[in-house]
């Protein structure tokens, strides 16, 4: 049996069940209100979901995600590199359904983002967090959606603002291009691997 690890998975273990567990995905959460309006922006399996339905009671969670298998990203969990093929998609999509199925403020939007943010109304929501396509252009377009579709005030946020050395860091850099085009550095906290933008 292999033990290197042991202590640290104690130590994590004990910090879960005391409430103290400093991912930055958790800590992010605790500050966003409660009881709001809310979206996420790639699902996947619907476990972050869980977690922003189960830390901040939304009012209402709207889910988008094309659950499409994307042949044309080959290195992506949605593209081949988890998912082999729509079959795999369609059961991913599947599972979100019945885990989500009794929750009647949370809604299941079947579409990729650029198309179905556009379906609601402008300052539509108090905070959206992005974690779809980590493609630099897909990310610059889901911010500049979420700047409309999101209230003044409000809050677009995402993960893996450190992602991708190798690929020159499309997330942070669409981060960035997104609060210079917007006179937005000021409001803009890193928080560990997540963004924050306060609008
Ligand atoms: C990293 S996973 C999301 C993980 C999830 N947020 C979590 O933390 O549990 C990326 C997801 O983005 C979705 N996706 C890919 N292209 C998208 C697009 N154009 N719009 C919305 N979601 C997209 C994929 O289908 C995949 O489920």
């Not at 104690?10 to 995905?25: C, F, M, V, W």
């Not at 409000?154 to 609060?179: C, M, N, S």
Request: with cysteine; charged share 30%.
């Amino acid at each position: 049996m292999n033990t290197d690890n042991l202590i640290p998975r104690a130590i994590n273990k004990i910090k879960r069940i005391l409430g103290l567990q400093t991912d930055s995905r958790t800590l992010f959460l605790k500050t966003m209100p409660h009881s709001s309006l809310c979206a996420e922006i790639g699902v996947w399996k619907g476990d972050f979901s869980t977690q922003i339905k189960t830390v901040t009671a939304p009012k209402k969670l709207h889910l988008i995600d094309p659950w499409e298998f994307q042949s044309e990203f080959p290195d992506r969990m949605y593209g081949g590199d988890v998912a082999k093929n729509q079959l795999d998609m369609d059961n991913i999509y599947e599972g979100v359904r019945k885990r989500f199925e009794n929750n009647p403020n949370i809604f299941i939007h079947r579409g990729k983002s650029e198309k179905v943010l556009q379906e609601f109304e402008d300052a539509y929501f108090d905070w959206v967090y992005i974690d779809g396509n980590h493609y630099y252009e897909y990310v610059l377009k889901d911010l500049r959606l979420c700047l409309s579709k999101v209230k003044p005030g409000g809050i677009i946020a995402g993960d893996d603002y450190k992602w991708g050395e190798k690929e020159g860091f499309p997330v942070k850099r669409a981060v960035q291009d997104f609060v210079k085009e917007n006179t937005l550095e000021e409001n803009l906290q890193i928080l560990g691997s997540q963004f924050i933008i306060q609008l």
